[in-house]
């Protein structure tokens, strides 16, 4: 089974790209699903992120992402405690699920991880491809705001914490621009996938 790793900055397109892959047909691990899952009511990782960063990030029991997005990004060490707290449960949920599509016979797989490099996934051994999805700065920026509600400061903090996505580029063994409509990346991803399908 081959496994392709999708990762790049925040607000750099990779929900268009993985959407796009999945309408295709391929199946998706999604490391930002499995990060909501592992914070669902019930979880010993919610308990750890309420001890860690008080009852209000709760809401009507359920995790209030944008408070704790506002607490975290506010503080280098308590997003380091939050990532010490979610990372190994989303890379053991991820696993499982590669494994899963591994025993159902799959030959290709898709496996969306924003933090790919921050999380050290290419360590892992799990990955035949990494594929960057670039953006300039200016670009991220704005989709970001405008994405998330966020002021200036705010997205620039988030893009902060994050490795620079000229880095990951480097890293990559692919690289899609994504600074222009939404159909030219639809095009690309498409060109992409047929020399997937080729190779």
């Not at 009511?41 to 506002?70: A, M």
């Not at 991820?94 to 790919?116: R, T």
């Not at 620079?164 to 621009?177: F, H, M, R, S």
């Amino acid at each position: 089974m081959r496994v392709i790793a999708i990762t790049g900055g925040i607000a750099s397109g990779k929900s268009a790209v993985t959407n796009q892959i999945r309408m295709a047909g391929y199946p998706v691990v999604d490391a930002d699903l499995v990060s909501r899952q592992v914070v669902e009511p019930g979880t010993h990782t919610l308990e750890e992120i309420k001890e860690t960063f008080g009852e209000d990030i709760i809401k009507n029991g359920v995790l209030d992402r944008k408070r704790l997005g506002q607490k975290a990004f506010g503080s280098q060490a308590l997003l380091k405690r939050l990532t010490e707290i979610t990372a190994p449960e989303i890379r053991s949920a991820i696993q499982d699920q590669l494994s899963f599509y591994k025993i159902k016979g799959k030959s290709l797989v898709f496996c969306a991880i924003p933090l790919f490099f921050e999380q050290h996934y290419e360590d892992t051994g799990w990955f035949d491809q990494v594929v960057v999805i670039a953006t300039n700065e200016r670009t991220q920026l704005d989709r970001l705001m405008a994405r998330d509600h966020l002021d200036e400061w705010e997205a620039q903090s988030r893009i902060k914490s994050q490795l620079p996505l000229n880095v990951k580029e480097d890293k990559a063994d692919v690289v899609i621009e994504n600074n222009g409509t939404a159909e030219e990346l639809q095009e690309k991803v498409a060109a992409y996938l047929k020399e997937v399908e080729e190779g």
